[in-house]
């Protein structure tokens, strides 16, 4: 059974069959970025871990009630061209690719 849409808004229907997920990042360490671009990338990450778990459900490692208790995200050398959101959503697909590990 799924929760009415309200009209106009933009806020997904919810599944309630669907298990609740709660995820705490306690740190994150982005080096070699400037100081002002911070909360974009932890805004644009936020958002692609959301679309992850809504798109995909859980990672196999999340599977019955399994917990995690860190993961590492990535490695990785930014292009030339890299935004903040480009960057945040890389992080956050090696966050989720992490968990299903």
Same mark, same amino acid.
């Given at each position: ?7 106009? !808004?933009?806020?997904?229907? *919810?599944?309630?069959?669907?298990? !609740? &997920? #709660? @995820?705490?990042?306690?740190?994150? &360490? ?7 671009? /911070?909360?974009?990338? %932890?805004?644009?990450?936020?958002? #692609? ?5 809504? #798109? ?8 019955? +009630?399994?917990?995690?208790?860190? *993961?590492? %995200?990535? !490695?990785? &050398? ?6 903040? &959101?480009? @960057? +945040?959503?890389? *992080? ?7 968990? +299903? /590990?």
């Amino acid at each position: 059974m799924r929760n009415q849409q309200a009209a106009g !808004s933009r806020q997904p229907a *919810v599944d309630k069959a669907r298990p !609740s &997920v #709660e @995820i705490e990042i306690e740190e994150l &360490v982005l080096h070699g970025f400037a100081h002002a671009d /911070r909360y974009r990338i %932890g805004a644009a990450l936020e958002r #692609e871990l959301a679309r992850l778990f809504a #798109e995909r459900g859980l990672p196999g490692g999340l599977a019955d +009630g399994a917990e995690c208790e860190a *993961v590492d %995200g990535c !490695s990785f &050398v930014r292009g030339p061209l890299a935004t903040p &959101v480009a @960057i +945040g959503g890389e *992080v956050a697909r090696a966050i989720y690719e992490g968990l +299903g /590990r």
